[in-house]
T-cell receptor
Framework: NAGVTQTPKFQVLKTGQSMTLQCAQD?????MSWYRQDPGMGLRLIHY???????DQGEVPNGYNVSRSTTEDFPLRLLSAAPSQTSVYFC??????????????FGPGTRLLVL | AQKITQTQPGMFVQEKEAVTLDCTYD???????LFWYKQPSSGEMIFLIY??????QNATEGRYSLNFQKARKSANLVISASQLGDSAMYFC???????????FGTGTKLQVIP
């Protein structure tokens, strides 16, 4: 199993550009999430999905869109990048269903710089 | 709203000694889960240990144990016999009543001294 994969590893954007951060998992996990990590602030939830076709907003959803057409993939779209979106982005997945299976497994992260 | 507080921005520990990283939480959900993750300088998030709110015993995973005190709303991570490879950021996190309510603390940077 590859686990949770993310692409790209690093990206530089100009203000106003759009892009999609890719996330895929091969563990047949129902639950997937996107987080951003900023210095001194831990991880903050952007969007999450509880299954194919079902998504919802987290703590900091503004400026980001998601969709989940398959169990495996959960892309994060930046519609018009802003310098405030400079961050490290993590995708995570978990099986859910019972308490111990809520453990999330993280991808390696995408480092995004918006100029 | 749920909240995780890690009051130790940084800590030092001598190699081979034990260290406790503090975590307190606040939630109104009767059912919740507590997690600890390790983030080395390479950046990946590594799951260490999990404790459910209804678990009767403290969780242990190798050199890691979670000191769960429900009445005090604390979930401290204890690392026994510290190793140089334990130097990293450590995050406490909590899942509340719904999957979406996963909240992370701001982390503690642990440095192990030879």
């Amino acid at each position: 199993n590859a686990g949770v994969t993310q692409t790209p590893k690093f990206q530089v954007l100009k203000t106003g550009q759009s892009m999609t951060l890719q996330c895929a998992q091969d563990m047949n996990h129902e639950y997937m999430s996107w987080y951003r990590q900023d210095p001194g602030m831990g991880l903050r939830l952007i969007h999450y999905s509880v299954g194919a076709g079902i998504t919802d907003q987290g703590e900091v959803p503004n400026g980001y869109n998601v969709s989940r057409s398959t169990t495996e993939d959960f892309p994060l779209r930046l519609l018009s990048a802003a310098p405030s979106q400079t961050s490290v982005y993590f995708c995570a997945s978990s099986l859910g269903r019972t308490s111990s299976l809520w453990t999330q497994y993280f991808g390696p992260g995408t480092r995004l710089l918006v100029l | 709203a749920q909240k995780i507080t890690q009051t130790q921005p940084g800590m030092f520990v001598q190699e081979k000694e034990a260290v406790t990283l503090d975590c307190t939480y606040d939630t109104s959900d009767p059912s919740y889960g507590l997690f600890w993750y390790k983030q080395p300088s390479s950046g990946e998030m590594i799951f260490l240990i999990y404790q459910g709110s209804y678990d009767q015993q403290n969780a242990t995973e190798g050199r890691y144990s979670l000191n769960f005190q429900k009445a005090r709303k604390s979930a401290n991570l204890v690392i026994s016999a510290s190793q140089l490879g334990d130097s990293a950021m450590y995050f406490c996190a909590m899942r509340g009543g719904g999957y979406q309510k996963v909240t992370f603390g701001t982390g503690t940077k642990l440095q192990v001294i030879p």
